[in-house]
């Protein structure tokens, strides 16, 4: 496999960049509106609704035909489960550590298709297998965040500094649960993004918008039907909200344009495993504006990943 402009490894790399940057806008997106589930699906709802229309707009112009049947399904398949995802993953993120969230999703995300295509076509050679362990590793060392234990020593002889530390443990399993639900639900995305895929480059993407736009209203509307619940967060939808949101749209349509592309141009596994490695970016990103630097472990593993996208392209 080379890294020549049009190949499968260097638009699955180009895509992972794009979406670290996109997993990064969305999470502040979330997070600046409040951090709640209906704060999630806004932000995607907006991002989404703007990547349509842009995206019929270009198909239009280019005069590409319109996908229907399987190609239609899988397009649309692909976005309730990137639509569910990235409410999940969005939510995980606002709540703080984005390395830690970006990488849990990222390893389940290249792990499910990366099988699939082991199972069906067999492995691709030797080195680019020790490149997709070694990528699992990677994503693994940059999931290390900061460890509590320095917080429980400090407040061992404190209770209220106890029940802060059991809360905030709460808050990390439930974050972490939100990650592994992204992760699958990636996994699947990146499958039927594929099975979508000759119908070009464009359609997919639009048609994926069509399931993701449908299933996130429908469960805004299922939100709104609620009642309140005492003490929930308030929902800011502000300049700020929305310019996070554009951005989130450009940077996330943009990658996944290039991983449609990529995955047209080569195998799906290499694909996967190589856009998975998009929690580089967002802990990059996360350590310039919010000082979220990463610890020694996680530099190892970007230092890993490096390794792993020569291993894979070879």
């Known amino acids: 496999m080379n890294l020549l402009p049009g190949g499968n490894a260097l638009l699955a790399l180009a895509a992972a960049i794009l979406w670290g940057g996109g997993d990064f806008t969305g999470g502040m997106g979330v997070k600046r509106a409040g951090g709640s589930l209906d ?6 709802l907006l991002s989404h609704a703007t990547s ?19 190609l239609l399904g899988w397009g649309i398949a692909a976005g309730v489960a990137g639509g569910l995802s990235l409410t999940a993953f969005y939510i995980a ?11 849990v999703s990222g390893l389940l995300a290249a792990a499910i298709p990366a099988a699939l295509t082991l199972w069906q076509v067999g492995p691709p050679g030797l080195s680019p297998l020790i490149g997709f362990a070694m990528a699992a590793i990677a994503i693994w060392l940059i999931a290390a965040g900061p460890t509590e234990n320095s ?9 209220a500094r106890r029940a802060e530390c059991r809360a905030a443990r709460a808050v990390a399993r439930q974050t972490k649960a939100l990650a592994i639900l992204a992760g699958v639900g990636f996994g699947f995305y990146f499958i039927a993004l594929k099975m979508a895929n000759p119908a070009g480059v464009i359609w997919p993407m639009a048609s994926a918008r069509i399931g993701s736009l449908a299933v996130c209203s429908l469960m805004l509307l299922g939100l709104k039907l609620r009642p309140a619940k005492a003490g929930e967060a308030r929902l800011l939808l502000d300049r700020g909200v929305v310019v996070w949101a554009l951005g989130t749209a450009l940077l996330d349509t943009s990658g ?3 991983f449609v592309a990529a995955t047209r141009a080569g195998r799906l596994d290499v694909a996967a495993v190589l856009a998975s490695l998009y929690p580089a970016s967002t802990i990059l990103l996360a350590a310039l504006a919010l000082g979220e630097w990463p610890t020694r472990r996680q530099a190892l593993g970007m230092a890993a990943a490096a390794l792993a996208v020569v291993l894979i392209a070879l």
């Open 151 to 159: 917080a429980e020593r400090e407040g061992e002889n404190s209770t």
């Open 256 to 258: 996944n344009l290039l």
């Open 39 to 44: 704060a999630g699906l806004r932000i995607v």
């Open 52 to 70: 349509f229309v842009v995206l019929v707009a270009v198909a239009y112009l280019r005069g590409d035909a319109a996908p229907h049947g399987a």
């Open 93 to 103: 993120l606002s709540r703080g550590a984005m390395g830690a969230s970006a990488a």
